[in-house]
């Protein structure tokens, strides 16, 4: 079953706004990613966030984990034309033989 | 290269052809994935390679599909007999190690099946 879901399922801003993407997960996981992918090309690796870790930044990148909600954000400040994209949260699940999982990814979309 | 490469990365090819895809993971990866995308969707698992062996091989849409992984660096999956179903971006990706770590992908290969 899908473990990470995103929302919203599209985003369309202004450039220079801030982007906010939550992704939601079911069960209990070591470690969450987010990943961007351009069209046309495979996703690149952004973040990872550990379950005993709150908040990470990277740049202009800041992400939350919420474990007790079972919910994660990606949150892109100052945003560029450049940042047109969809992004994808996935998680791994704690288990023996854990593996990642990834949701259906947010379209994002930055108007010049 | 310094990053997993597919090749090819268009192929267009009729119904009930037979397909190899391949992956040149990162250097040193023993961890080696492969996914299905299709269009506007998310990524479907196929299977997990360590090394040589594949200990999951759970995401295999049906015994068409197979994979195999030498000298513990390209890996190739194959389609027999393939399907317009088939049609979707087959994704590579590499990781150090585990599989719960961060994983680079390649650019895949579009494959169409008319």
């Known amino acids: 079953s899908q473990q990470g879901e995103e929302d919203p399922q599209a985003l369309s801003i202004q450039e220079g706004e801030n982007a906010t993407m939550n992704c939601s997960y079911k069960?209990?996981?070591?470690?969450l990613q987010w990943y961007r992918q351009n069209s046309g090309r495979g996703l690149v690796h952004l973040i990872l966030?550990?379950?005993?870790?709150r908040e990470k930044h990277s740049g202009r990148l800041r992400v939350t984990l919420d474990t007790s909600k079972k919910s994660s954000s990606l949150l892109i400040t100052a945003s560029r034309a450049a940042d047109t994209a969809s992004y994808f949260c996935?998680?791994?699940?704690?288990?023996?033989?854990?593996?990642?999982?990834f949701g259906k990814g947010i379209t994002l979309s930055v108007r010049p | 290269g310094a990053g997993v490469s597919q090749s090819p990365s268009n192929k267009v090819t009729e119904k009930g052809k037979d397909v190899e895809l391949r992956c040149d993971p990162i250097?040193?990866?023993?961890?080696l994935y492969w996914y299905r995308q299709s269009l506007g969707q998310g990524l479907e698992f196929l299977i997990y390679?360590?090394?040589?062996?594949?200990?999951?091989k759970s995401g295999l849409p049906s015994d068409r599909f197979s994979a195999e992984r030498t000298g513990g660096s390209v890996s190739t999956l194959t389609i027999q007999r393939t399907q317009q179903e088939d049609s979707a971006v087959y994704l590579c990706?590499?990781?150090?190690?585990?599989?719960?770590?961060?994983?680079?992908f390649g650019d895949g290969t579009r494959l169409s099946i008319l």
């Open positions: 990706a590499s990781s150090r190690t585990g599989r719960n770590q961060p994983q680079h």
């Open positions: 069960t209990s996981i070591n470690n």
């Open positions: 966030i550990r379950s005993n870790e």
């Open positions: 996935a998680t791994d699940d704690s288990g023996a033989n854990s593996k990642l999982t």
């Open positions: 250097s040193g990866h023993t961890a």
């Open positions: 390679f360590q090394g040589n062996s594949a200990p999951d």
